[in-house]
């Protein structure tokens, strides 16, 4: 697995207008990977998945030319058809949303990990899910990321176990075939301090080891707050506007 190494040079297939813009953002955003890394004193580089929801599979498939090769989606149907659309692209899609039992046969079709299990049953039909597919195509595991709510009871919710319930899903995680336990993964809460919430989900992460020790990564940081997420260890980033620019309003 490699992180993301901004290309030398915009490839000529990559030469429109919105190529070179994405070039720009990505190459930005790099730096300021590299820049957090250095001031951490860290020597393993973060992970860049670049979030491209709400943005068409055409934007998907320049960020491919432009050497991206982690993705990030959040609402199954939009997911499963850009995936339909971009086969031939050799890409790794990171589920990070709100996801439904329903759709764990769905997302099984394309997903190299989902990042956001909140919940026990949803690691039982992730597991029913991803059996079905390797027995059709002989898909690789599926890595699992907990997703950890770090609200104060105050804060707004936005997703994810309690802390208390992480070594329970965790357990069973561990106990289904073809599901791999990655780690960790975060949303900084609103309004809070990103710091402090990532140091908390470090915390979390040191306890989940104690019993899992492969389940090192930490998938926390946004376009707003990398720089917080990368000193308080992130593995994987999950960068969606600082490259591909705002969210079209939905309706
Ligand atoms: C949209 C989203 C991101 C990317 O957020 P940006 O602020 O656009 O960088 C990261 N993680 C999750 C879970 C998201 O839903």
Not at 83 to 101: C, K, V
Not at 230 to 240: C, D, E, M, S, V
Request: hydrophobic share 45%.
């Amino acid at each position: 697995m490699t992180s993301f190494e901004p290309a030398a040079a915009v490839p000529p297939s990559a030469s429109d207008d919105r190529s070179l813009v994405l070039a720009r953002r990505l190459e930005s955003v790099a730096q300021r990977i590299d820049a957090a890394t250095a001031a951490a004193g860290r020597t393993d580089r973060p992970r860049l998945i670049v979030v491209t929801k709400f943005h068409p599979a055409a934007d998907v498939r320049r960020l491919a030319a432009l050497g991206v090769r982690d993705v990030g989606e959040n609402r199954d149907q939009e997911a499963s058809a850009k995936a339909a659309e971009l086969t031939d692209l050799d890409l790794d899609w990171h589920f990070i949303g709100q996801l439904q039992s329903n759709k764990a046969k769905s997302v099984a079709k394309y997903a190299s990990s989902v990042q956001s299990i909140d919940r026990i049953q949803l690691v039982s039909a992730l597991e029913k899910a991803v059996a079905r597919e390797r027995e059709a195509t002989g898909r690789a595991d599926l890595e699992c990321f907990i997703q950890v709510s770090l609200e104060d009871d105050a804060g707004a919710h936005r997703g994810g176990a309690r802390p208390s319930d992480v070594e329970a899903i965790a357990e069973a995680i561990g106990r289904s075939a073809g599901l791999r336990l990655a780690g960790l993964m975060a949303v900084a809460p609103l309004g809070a301090e990103p710091e402090s919430a990532f140091e908390r989900l470090a915390a979390v992460s040191a306890q989940l080891r104690v019993q899992h020790p492969d389940a090192a990564a930490i998938s926390a940081g946004m376009s707003q707050d990398l720089e917080s997420a990368i000193k308080f260890g992130a593995t994987h980033l999950r960068i969606g506007s600082d490259i591909l620019g705002s969210r079209p309003a939905v309706g």
